[in-house]
């Protein structure tokens, strides 16, 4: 079992930047890929990143080059850099585990944080 917390969500203008954090509970976090995902009004929950147990990275193309996902594993912790902020970034983000090597899909993911709001003004 898993237990995930995110923390550093906010409001921002357009061009800023936010770090987003994930605490998890358990000892075998290093077992975990970890991902961010983020739900906006009135759409779907879409993949924003991902991170392995081994550290490799995995981005949708939409943040590729604004934000960095990063982990250590002596803190159970995995965080969101996001740079460059848009409007279009507005969302709920959801920092989700999965013991499987890596998944953009939503459904491979089997614990959920509560999610944190970002808010960025034009």
């Known amino acids: 079992q898993v237990q995930l917390e995110e923390s550093g969500g906010g409001l921002v203008q357009a061009g800023g930047s936010l770090r987003l954090s994930c605490l998890a509970s358990g000892r075998t976090f290093e077992n975990y890929a970890m991902a961010w995902f983020r739900q906006a009004p009135g759409k779907e929950r879409e993949f924003v990143n991902a991170i392995s147990r081994y550290g490799t990275t995995y981005y949708t193309d939409s943040v590729k080059g604004r934000f960095t996902i990063s982990r250590d594993n002596a803190k159970n912790t995995v965080w969101l850099q996001m740079n460059g902020l848009k409007p279009e970034d507005t969302a709920v983000y959801y920092c989700?585990?999965?013991?499987?090597?890596?998944?953009?899909?939503?459904?491979?993911?089997?614990?959920w944080g509560q999610g944190t709001q970002v808010t960025v003004s034009s």
């Open positions: 989700a585990a999965t013991r499987r090597l890596y998944s953009d899909n939503s459904g491979a993911y089997d614990y």
